[in-house]
């Protein structure tokens, strides 16, 4: 019997109480805020449980059973963890007293192999221009952000538009915690290792994207920027490796823009504030803004904008090339909205005659400009 299976049986017994949502593939996040109190979301709406573990004792017992099998360390010196469950699934758990109410474990679900942007045009987050548009520009090289806040899809989302990078190149994909499953077949996957109790082995996601420009990738796709890795990535954008991928939490166009400028900075290169605007502003060529609606549920992509650099006040300047806009509800309450092309044409419409990819162009040619 492998290890995994081992795994696998072992996770089954001390997370019983959860299993049917974890099978259930209607649930994405299954949220444990203490042992007798469970929260589901399904359908994108929250809803509580009945379930509940026998005991406080039981969901430690299953969060530490998770972090042996996963080499993590969770205790009182170290009361928060970030794993993952043998499907996948991404977990995170808070021990008290961090956690005033009880160990709170959190579990983020995701679609085997991940989603398509064919499943996000059926799910209504996008349209089939603006997933045409996306797809195009990954063939492009261009450098893209998917920002926005949490829950909103944004690791869906990377993986979805990743579906689009040229089976014939090599992708190196740096995460805090691996989820993203890229369907090309020469992926390199690298994950941060937390530090033993001596403090010995650790790998930071800095460290892992300074060590994957040696891997020669023709992309690199960072899980989340949350730190100084910031610059390293905005650098390497600047001195050759186009096309890179990443998510970033803000809850705008701009504020995402703000966000990288921030994290370059807690670098510990001593960059002037402006310097790090400028080297944003050049890097990124393509935001793409998601929210979720409270309302129904539903998770969209609410703007996909073009960077076009600082302006005379080294202010960001940018245009929306596509713009969700509301019409009202449907029958069942469910919000209606269509993303919309804004009418402006993105900068680097010409290249796509440039490198041959005209002819891949059938939903967005109003976008591109060009004649049918």
């Not at 509580?48 to 005991?55: I, L, R």
């Not at 090309?184 to 996957?189: F, G, N, R």
């Not at 960077?307 to 209606?336: C, K, T």
């Not at 059938?362 to 060009?370: D, E, G, M, T």
Request: neutral net charge; glycine residues 8%.
């Amino acid at each position: 019997m492998s290890r995994e299976t081992i795994f696998a049986a072992s996770v089954e017994y001390f997370l019983g109480p959860i299993m049917p949502f974890l099978r259930d593939p209607a649930v994405s996040e299954v949220m444990v805020n203490r042992h007798d109190q469970i929260y589901i979301e399904k359908g994108g709406r929250l809803t509580k449980t009945d379930a509940q573990f026998p005991s406080e004792d039981a969901l430690q017992s299953a969060v530490h059973n998770v972090a042996q099998w996963v080499g993590r360390r969770i205790d009182e010196t170290q009361p928060v963890m970030d794993a993952r469950l043998p499907n996948g699934s991404r977990v995170h758990v808070i021990l008290p007293p961090a956690c005033r109410g009880g160990t709170c474990l959190t579990i983020r679900k995701f679609k085997p192999g991940g989603l398509s942007l064919a499943d996000l045009i059926a799910y209504g987050s996008l349209t089939e221009a603006a997933a045409e548009f996306l797809r195009l520009c990954v063939r492009l090289h261009k450098n893209m952000v998917v920002s926005g806040g949490t829950g909103t899809g944004k690791t869906s989302m990377l993986n979805a538009i990743s579906t689009a990078i040229p089976e014939e190149e090599r992708v190196v994909v740096i995460e805090d915690t691996s989820e993203l499953r890229l369907t090309q077949e020469h992926c390199v996957y690298l994950e941060v290792q937390k530090p033993d109790a001596h403090q010995r082995g650790g790998l930071s996601i800095r460290q892992l994207f300074v060590a994957s420009l040696r891997m020669r990738p023709d992309r690199i796709v960072v899980g989340e920027v949350r730190g100084g890795e910031a610059l390293d990535m905005i650098q390497a954008m600047l001195s050759g490796h186009t096309g890179s991928l990443t998510t970033v939490h803000a809850n705008s166009t701009r504020d995402s823009l703000i966000r990288l400028e921030t994290l370059s900075l807690m670098s510990d290169v001593a960059l002037p504030v402006y310097v790090a605007r400028a080297q944003v502003a050049a890097a990124i060529q393509v935001v793409v803004q998601l929210s979720r609606f409270s309302e129904d549920g539903s998770r969209r992509v609410t703007r996909i904008t073009e960077v076009l650099g600082l302006g005379a006040e080294q202010q960001y300047l940018s245009r929306d090339l596509f713009v969700l806009r509301m019409h009202g509800r449907d029958a069942q309450g469910r919000l209606i909205g269509q993303l919309e092309p804004t009418g402006e044409r993105p900068s680097f419409a010409a290249e796509t005659q440039e490198q041959g990819l005209a002819d891949q162009i059938v939903h967005s040619r109003a976008i591109w400009n060009l004649t049918p």
